[in-house]
T-cell receptor, first 111, second 112 residues
Framework: QKEVEQDPGPLGVPEGAIVSLNCTYS??????FMWYRQYSRKGPELLMY????GNKEDGRFTAQVDKSSKYISLFIRDSQPSDSATYLC???????????FGTGTRLQVTL | NAGVTQTPKFQVLKTGQSMTLQCAQD?????MYWYRQDPGMGLRLIYY???????DKGEVPNGYNVSRLNKREFSLRLESAAPSQTSVYFC???????????FGNGTRLTVT
């Protein structure tokens, strides 16, 4: 079993839709949870960073963490064509120095 | 405010050739990292430097060496390139180990 599972997509949605992106993980030592956005031919950029279970909101983006189910989500409200990118979940244990990434979900928002 | 700068952006090598990928950050971060990204495999850590003067292996260090030249710069060297090293290489930095990473825009390397 992979340590992190993430549907590669592509996920196609119309402009204005609510998008839900998800990752499941198996390592119960993961304590820090991140979402990165990666545009084509660019490096990943940090979108959201959270430590605890529950929700964290930043503008149109909401990160949700459910440690008991080992499941994290990223919601994008009022999606825009500029949101078209690959979204990567990432995890730290807090003791190891290694950030574990999902393989990414490709999102396409169409007009 | 450049962030993390990688050079070159593109490179084509023949099998057996050597090259060094350069990375510099201007955020005064302590930790620096080298990742490779391959389709279907995600980002994999090659080497990292928790602080100036230290380096450690990641998941896939074979065939690579690194140098933390100073606090700003962290280079990745391929001594004898192989086709399996065809990939996109990303340098990243963070304030400390376990802080969020800030990435450069990558070097696209093809080994023929």
């Amino acid at each position: 079993q992979k340590e992190v599972e993430q549907d590669p997509g592509p996920l196609g949605v119309p402009e204005g839709a609510i998008v839900s992106l998800n990752c499941t993980y198996s390592n119960s030592a993961f304590q820090y949870f991140m979402w990165y956005r990666q545009y084509s031919r660019k490096g990943p950029e940090l979108l959201m960073y959270t430590y605890s279970s529950g929700n964290k909101e930043d503008g149109r983006f909401t990160a949700q963490v459910d440690k008991s189910s080992k499941y994290i989500s990223l919601f994008i409200r009022d999606s825009q064509p500029s949101d078209s990118a690959t979204y990567l979940c990432a995890f730290y244990t807090g003791t190891a120095s290694k950030l574990t990434f999902g393989t990414g979900t490709r999102l396409q928002v169409t007009l | 405010n450049a962030g993390v700068t990688q050079t070159p952006k593109f490179q084509v090598l023949k099998t057996g050739q050597s090259m060094t990928l350069q990375c510099a950050q201007d955020m005064n971060h302590n930790s620096m990292y080298w990742y490779r990204q391959d389709p279907g495999m995600g980002l994999r850590l090659i080497y990292y430097s928790a602080s100036e003067g230290t380096t450690d292996k990641g998941e896939v260090p074979n065939g690579y060496n690194v140098s933390r030249l100073n606090k700003r710069e962290f280079s990745l060297r391929l001594e004898s390139a192989a086709p399996s090293q065809t990939s996109v290489y990303f340098c990243a930095s963070s304030e400390t180990i376990n802080s969020p990473l800030h990435f450069g825009n990558g070097t696209r390397l093809t080994v023929t």
